[in-house]
Each structure stands twice: as C-alpha cells, then as structure tokens.
C-alpha cells in the first residue's frame, strides 16, 4: 500500500499543474488519444460552400456510394429536435435544410469505417443552391436593417444627451476591432459509445458537459438520465469549446445510437475554424465629452458586432461590452448601446474576456482622444477618470453597480513605479525625437473586470468528495480543465481542508454522472465556484468526523485540528487514515455532495440596473515598442505587468495565467486577422494563415507581479479572485504602445485612431496617414 | 539490382518493416493509427503548429543526425533507413524524466499540455546540438511550435534551465549514436525502393541516375523532396498523389559545394543542409534566414522545391533571380542551364516538362562592390509567408550604380525582376534620391493582389519603402533602420 505521507515531492505552496508529467511524456490522454473499440466508426461534416444560399436539392448518392461509407445523416434523421442554440432561441440547427446561412455551415455528416474515408466522402456531395445576397459584415448588416439575432441593451446613467452638449471639449469618433480566432491546439471532437436502453456516452473536448448533455437528449429525444458526457481534459478551450462542442457532441452520439457503434466525429482544422464561431468583431462609435484635464464629462457610445447567423451566446456577450465600456473609469453621464447583428457568417460566440475586451478597449480609445487632443500623456487622463471610492460621487457603473472594491489606483502607481514608467516614457520621447527610422511606444494600460456570469442561475456548482476506508481521497466537481490547472486547485483546497498532503487528492475527470447541472467551465468562474463546492463537501465531511472523534475520545470539538496529515484530537494524534479507518468502522458517512452559489448578486436587464457582478478583478501593464516606420513591422520590448489575483490560490498557476493572457490579448491587438472574401468565406482557417504569436513575440523583457497585498473583500475562496480572462485585456497596452509610435510621426498631435488588429500593415498606413496630415 | 518492396527503419527503439505504405500516408497517421503512439498531437495536419514534432535521425555525409520535424506532413515513404524518435522514447528506466521534461515540469511550461510534447521534442533537438542555448537560439528552435496557454515565457525559462537536470552526453540518444548507426548503415542496401498499397504507388530511386530514368518512365508522377509543400496537397486537399517518387535520401543531391565559380547546391538540400554555406558567401542572407518557415520545416524543405513549385510567395526566388543563380534542368540523360528569372513563365507555369526535374541550383561567387539586400515582410515575423519579399544586388562602383537586379515575391503572378525601377538606376549615384526615384517605378512593373496576408496598397508601399531602407542601411547612420532580432 502506498504511504501517503511519504508522498510529498509536491510541496503544498503552489504545486505543478497536476498533468505536468502527462504533459511533457505525452501520456495525458485528450479524447482523440482513448483506444477506440472494435467496429468505432468515424463522422465527417459535410459543409456549405455558400455564405447565403436556398437549397433547391441536396443529392448525397456519391457520397454514400463512396469507399468505405456506412451511412449519411441529414437534419430528416434527427429523432429529436434539429437544434443547439444554447440560449433557447430555437435559430442554430444542426444541420441546414431549406436554406444556408454561413459559409461552412454544417449540412449533414457522412459515416464510415475510418475518418479519411468519411473525409473523402464528404467531399462527393452535389448540393444546388440558389445564391442569396449574403451580408457579410457590420456594415451591410446595419445598411440592410436586417435585425438583430438577439435583443439589444442600453446602459443609461445621467444625462448624456445635455451634458455632451455642454462638455468644454467634445470628440466624435469611430474604432474597428477584429475577431479572434481560439486556434486551441486540440480541436473540436466528440467520441460516442452507445449502451443500452437509450443510453449513450459521449467523451468530449467541452467546457460545458452539463450543456452537451441536455443537447445530445434534446437532438436524440431522449432524456439528461440517458446522456454522460465526460471530459478528461481539454487541449485549450478559450471560450470557444463552451457552446460550440454541442453540434459535435450530438452528431457523434446521433451516429453512435444509429449504427449502434463508437462513432467519433473530429474536423480537420480548416472545417473546425470555419464551422465554428470565434470572438465578435465591433465597430464602435462614440462621442466623448471632456474638460481641459481631460476628465470625462460625458459619453455616448455604441457597440455593434457581427453576431453572425444565429444568436448563440452573442446577448450576453455583446452585454458584457457594454459592462466594460467604463473599463477602471467613472462616467458621469452615459448612454451604451449594444448593435447584435445579424450576419452570413459563422455564428460567432465565448472567449476569454467575453465581450469584455472589445468594450475595455474602446474605453482606452477614449482616454487616448482625449490625451492626445490635450497633449497630454495617456497616463494623466487615466488617472484623472479612475473610479473614486464609495460615497465620493464617483463610484457608480453606467450599469448602477456601486465599485466598492477599486485597487486600481494603487495598482496603477505601484507600477508605475517598479516599471520606472517616468524615466522610460522620456527616454522614448528623446529617441523619437531624434526622428529616425524605428520609433518607439511606451504605454500603461488599466483593467477592471466584473466576475460572475451574467446569467445569474449559472452562479452555482456542485462537487463530490469521497474519503475512501484507506484514507484516499476522490475528488470530482463541476468544472473542467483546459489547462488552467482549475484541478488542481481545488485539489489543493481539499488537502487543504483535510490537512493531508495534495498527492492523497485523486482528480477526476469531470462527468455528468457525479455532478449534475453545472456551469460552463467560463467568466473565470472555474475556482471561485467550484473551490467552494468542494469546500462546502469537505466540510460536511469533516464537521461528521469532528463529532465523530470528539464522542469517541471525549474532547471538546475546538480540541481537534486536521494538519500535516495528522489529526490532533485533544492530547491525542494519529494519522488522518487511522481517523478515518476508524470512522468508517462506526459507520460515520465518508462522502459528501458539496454545493455553492454566488451571493449578492442580481441583476434587471430591462431597468439596466442591479449588481451583475460580485467583485471585481484589477490589473495594469507597461508595454514598451518599438516599430519600423518603413515597413510597419514591431517588436515588444518589455512589458510589465501587476495583476491583482486577490489572496493567490496558486502563485505560479495564477502567474502563469497572467502571462499567457496577455500574449493572447497581444495576438488579438496585433497579427491575429480573420479574413474573410468577398463570397463570404474565411480565408485564414488555419495557423498558416492565421498567425498567432510565437516564442518570438512575446515582450524581450517581460515581469510579471501579483498584487501580493490584494485580498478579495467578499468571501470568495480563500479570499482569492478569477484569474482567466481578466488579465488578457492587459494585451491593450501593445496597442497603445504602438500607437504612440505611431503618433510620433506626427508630433503627438492627432491620435492615430489604429483599428484592431494593428498588423504592420496598419501600423504602416496609420504612419503614413499621419505623416499626410502633419504634412 | 531488383528493387526492394519494403521500407525499413528505426521507431524508437523498435526495427519495422513495411510494404504497405501509400503514396500519401503520413508519418504521424502511423504513429497515432497503427501504433498508438499518441504522444505525438495533430493541431493542423500543414506543419505550421509543431505538435506532430517528433525527430527523424538519417545518415548524412556528415553522419548521424537528428532533426525535428513535422510527423503530420512527412511522407512515411520517405522513412527508410531513418531513425523515428517519439516523445514516448524520452524518459529514461521507471519513467525518469529526461532533463528536457524535467525542466519543463519544473518551470511550468505546460498548461493545458496539447503543444507540450512537440515543444519537448524541438526542446530535446536543440540540447543536443547546443545544451547552453540563449533566448535566441530557443526562439528560433521554437519558430515551428505554437502554444496558444503560456505565452511561451516558462517554456523560454525552462529551455534556459534544461542543462541542470542532464548533460547531453549522458542522453539515450547519444549514447548509442554508434549502434544506432551500424543499425541504419545495415538498412542502407543502395536499392531502389517501390512501394504499394492498392493503387498507391511510392518509389525512392537509388541514387540520382535511377531518379533521372525513374521520371522518364514516370513522367507524371509527383517529384517530392521535403513534402512541406506536397504534404498538404495530402492532408488539405486529399489529393491522389501516386505515384510519388521521393528525392530526400539521396545524398549526393544533398550536397552543397562551394567552389570558385560559386556555390553549387543539390536539388535535394533542405533549408538547414544549405545555411551555413548560402549565409557565408552571402551574409545579407542570415537574417532573411531566419524568417523562412520553422525549424521543422527548414529541416524538411528544400531550395529546390521552393523553386520548382512555383509559388509566387516562395522566399527563395527573389533572393536567387538578384543573386543571378540557374538552375540545372535534367531529363533523362539530358541537362540544361536556365537562368532562375526564366523559369517563372506565368502562375501556375514554369519551364519544365514533365520527367524532368531540378538537379542543381548554382550561385556565383560573391563578387566585389556589390550592395546586397534581402527582405521579407509578413504579418507575423516568424514562421509566415511573406506579403513581399525583396532582393536587391546593386554593382555600385566609384558612388554610381553600375547596374542594379532586384527581384520581388509577393508581388506578381510570379516572383519577378523590377524592371523598371532597375532601369531607372542604372548610371545614377548612389543616393537616397535615386533610389527613392526608382522606387516610383514600381507600379509599372507590379499590379499586386489584395488578399488575406495584404492589400495592394500595402505591397506598393512596402515595397516602395524597401528602396529606401537599401539605401538607409548601407549609409552609416548611427541609429538602426530595421528591428534586430535579438
């Protein structure tokens, strides 16, 4: 038998993710790596080559007659109902019947004895199409008036209208920021075994298993008792395995109970980038009224996105931009509106940051009209519109949320401070003085982040805690891995709460069977909910076993302490599988179902009112840039960063959160394009000729702190704060870094206005628009 | 000698052999499908993302050497006598980790793990041949590896440390470099090889004679050499690739020998076989150098191939139509010479029949008063296709510019000269103005295309702008003109 204490080659400060070893020997298993039984079939999509189209006759006898093919599957075979819209908006179907909506559109999947098979087949199909005019973009949506796919919000505070027309100084203006891609390195796929009765089991690669179970039930017409879904782990996720998998999840399983086989179902990277939805793009327009220290008077601003053909999660997304439309600064008078289009293209959806990025960065937008049409540094202004503290009249959101948690402002001058941003920011403008070919950028950017979802019922999680008789410990929660190390942190809050050592935990893998009803694994809300579902069963189990060892050796309940694997009970100690042992001898109940859901919080979307948020999450950047004026090409210099993570769970995990936030948030702002031509197909869907960053990318000198004062005020676990999305909107300070450069060419004095991303072609054309206007 | 009918190599430490092999199968689908070797990831199946990154040792002249590459676009024909070297061949007895993982694990350098084993592996490649490596030297090992959780400063941080937890001396493969190789020696039995699965036909000619007589008797066939183009024409757009007649292990087209009327490079020789001797003769080369591709496919593609596809973007073209190369056309038993600049007829055409193929590639011998220059331009710097490449070869004698070959990718249907511009600087003085003058030109000698990597006004503008930066950087101005890498 293992001795458990002699365990500890995983210290209990900040272990290693938990599959570290998996990892770098490639033995973590990802759902395409499970040995495939005998007779397992593969599925392939067959898609749209049309962005908008009728479908006058779909003729798939090639198709079935192909090498190898078992059988196809069209929305006329689905028993259930032939949808997954994950809000209830009835308008995603799995697979097109009378019409086409996006270029890539899923029309029906083809069955065969291997996967290049099917591949091979799903090419054969003859579909006669009658072309629609497709809108493509933001723009024709909004001059065709095609509608919404979901209803719009408005955020009013004050008296935008009056006030702008009165504000000292007023700027009108307009920014464009690009979609994104998740390129996570495993793509989307769905393995299915069928059982008996009605039973299926669907090994995924899904944020959301709760979700992909009540969608294959819902598609097959069968039951959530009839569905498991069961996530080992994710080869990144992003956001965009959070709706997306559903579509996947069913057709395996449609196939699996239709052949009664092991059907498996993974697109080719191209099909999976295509088919799947990505962040929104915006076009925002606003008007900003200020005065002469560049603090904001008023603002209006409106935010419309290309939703793409279906609703998905674009409500809550295109909501949370205008939630972060404030970013860290206080607007006294405002109006946010959210423009939901309706586009032919793919149905665009979660990630990281959920909205939020696109409404952050249309904020330092504003702060940076405003800087440079005062000739001022960015900085000031920033700091001149921070959010005040509660009862100083500068402290309410435009949603009404009072900020009563602001650390932005000692957040910022710390900063400040270890980056020598001062010093720095002159020698840049020295250099550039000196008007030569590389100029530079230096820019300090602030985030504010609302955590929990907007949906208030998905404040909820469950988890399950067995202490087995040899005092081993089962750990299973709602949420799922993607590499966040969310296993094992909440792990270590077991072992925690146990006072045993993080090597006694055994995380499992998530599945519907042990948790029932959960949240997509997203909103950063992985640890905060889960943490404390896992604590509450802990708790449980320990309160039994305190009254358990305080009857059996007479002490009183405050004389026991669980810790380094021991139990002190009074003058007495053993070992916590002793106490256990002798627990379960007494029949003490060893396994604990553990709930938790967020407090406070609520929220009136119609009044556009409440507290959509329990807390708030803060961080800052310095990025420093150099381009070159000739070609537009870039290079990060440093950056450094301070993210406020609350009382950290894990340092080294949270720190490394915060690092490959940014990077994402950089590739967004910098080469990361989506593409699209003019009959409505993407063109960059693949790493190819979609480039994320590269080990070569990222900033030469790059520090990154945690906020190690910083505790969350609210009882959060551990005191600690969400850690995912909130520091890639720390990527914003490259942007502003290279748009400083860019304003070099002309003095300072006309704020380039780059749009996002800012490729070097940007950079280029943005510098030479410049130069015309100081000529 | 009758031909064999079977490949043999090394997986591992496990000796297979194979008949069975289509003309399109790839390395990474035996791994994962046949074997269930499933260390080794599938992100994008074209060689861009570097999970599929395993090592294949072969015999060179040089001796056994390793070199990443991607599984997902190597032709599994292509293995014999090769050493595959998996992830799950890394950790010593009872699973102790090799120094690589040790240090990844120990630095943090995984998050959700999906990258993480071609990252090791590149890792592992580049210990061996330098187990003290700066930041540098680890990005440019790491060009061909995306990691979309980390933001790749632990994996850097990790790299920097792989030296405290073993020295390369002590490592597997090094240890058994000599029977490794008498193992490989043995499989080389200098025999044509043909291959079949069903319909599917893949043949490896003996040496560069049999490839000559192999073409005539096939002459539609698909010539391959590094499959980094070819391979995606498998895994992208499942295309019938049979009978495929691979080149990459004839060393004698391998070879890259410089001489004294320059530099004559096998048809064969990967980006990685020709560096050293292509950047020493040209040293405006290095930099440019480190833009094409990743490492993996450096280590896959050849100069040949590069050519000989015909791609209007190739990095190649332009730099060897300034340098005045030409390249050795082969048929049967018959060569010609043809300068590079006219082998690109039209898109999509070239001057080549079918059963003829590229067998050298020659560049002159640096010459003096030359001013070289060579640029590409893409959205991202590393590891992409270019928006424009440039390449300029000005003969500026006494402060005038005796003649002047520059020759643009990205720009045309084809990689092509700048005719105009050239004409315009012909006789005049080496100055800004001048080239700033010729620069003007160009929209008479290009009409770009708009497309996803840039628009038209782009390319013009970068292109334009390129005139200066020659000159700027050849000016002795103590401020930099261009973004050093390191």
Known sequence: MKDFTEETALTQTDPRHDSAVKHVTGRAEYADD??????????????????HARIRAIDLTRVRGAAGVVGVLSAADIPGINDVSPTGRDDEAIFATDKVEFWGQPIFAVVAESRDAARRAARLAEIDYEDLPPLLDIDAARAAGDGYVTPPLTLERGEPGPALAAAPHRIRGRMRVGGQDHMYLEGHIAFALPGEDDDVLVHSSTQHPSEAQHMVAR???????????NVRRMGGGFGGKETQMNLFCAVAALAAKRWNRPVKLRPDRDDDMQATGKRHDFVIDYDVGFDETGRITALDGEFAARCGFSSDLSGPVTDRALFHADNAYFYPNVRLRSHPLRTNTVSNTAFRGFGGPQGVIAAERIIEEIAYSLGKDTLEVRR?????????????????????????????DELEASSDYQARRAAVLAHNARGGVIRRGIALTPVKFGISFTATWYNQAGALVHVYNDGSIHLNHGGTEMGQGLNTKIAQIVAEAFGVEFGRVKITRTTT?????TSATAA????????????????????RLVDFAAERWGVAPEAIRFEGGRVHVGDTTMRFEELIGAAYMARVQLSAAGFYKTPKIHWDRAAGKGRPFYYFAYGASVSEVSIDTLTGEYRVERTDILHDVGRSLNAELDIGQVGGAFVQGMGWLTTEELWWDKAGQLRTHAPSTYKIPLASDRPRVFNVALADWSENREPTIKRS??????????????????SMAV??????????????????????????RLRGARA | MQPRSEIRFLLNDTEVTTGAVGAGDTLLDMLRLERRLTGTKEGCAEGDCGACTVLVGRLSEAGLRYEPVNACIRLAASLDACHVVTIEHLSGPGGRLHPVQQAMVEHHGSQCGFCTPGIVMSLYALWMQNADPDETEIETALQGNLCRCTGYAPIIRAARAVTRYGSPAEDALNRERAAVTARLTALRDGRRVELRRGDSRAILPADIDDLARVLSAHPQATLVAGATDVGLWVTKFLKDISPVVLLGHLDALRRVERGPEGLRIGAGASYSDSEAALC???????EFWSRIAGWQVRNMGTIGGNIANGSPIGDMPPVLIALGAEIVLRHGENRRRLPIEDFFIEYGRQDIVPGEFIEEIHLPAPQPDRIHAAYKISKRRDEDISSVCAAFNLHVEAGRIVTARIAMGGMAGTPKRAAAAEAVLRGQPWSEAALVAAAERLAEDFTPLADWRASAEYRLSVARNLFRRVFLEHAGLAEPVRLARA
């Open chain 1, 34 to 51: 499970i040995p495939e039984p005998v007779g397992t079939l593969h599925a392939y999509l067959g898609l749209s080559t049309r962005a």
């Open chain 1, 219 to 229: 598609v097959l017409g069968i039951r959530s008792n009839d569905v498991t879904v």
């Open chain 1, 384 to 412: 001149a519109n921070f959010y005040g503290q509660p009862g100083d009249g500068r402290d309410l959101t435009p949603y009404h949320q009072s900020v009563e948690d602001n650390v932005i402002g000692r957040i910022v």
């Open chain 1, 513 to 517: 069977e042990k948790v029932p009803n």
């Open chain 1, 524 to 543: 950063s809300s992985g640890s905060d909910l889960n943490g404390m579902a896992a604590l509450d069963a802990c708790q449980q189990i320990k309160a």
């Open chain 1, 721 to 738: 704060k969400a850690v995912g999305e909130p520091p890639f909107m720390l990527g914003i300070s490259v942007f502003e870094a290279l």
């Open chain 1, 743 to 768: 304003a070099s060419v002309a003095d300072y004095r006309v704020c380039p206005r780059l749009d996002a991303p800012a490729t070097p072609e940007r950079v280029l054309m943005a510098v030479e």
């Open chain 2, 280 to 286: 020493d003769a040209y040293p405006h080369l290095r």
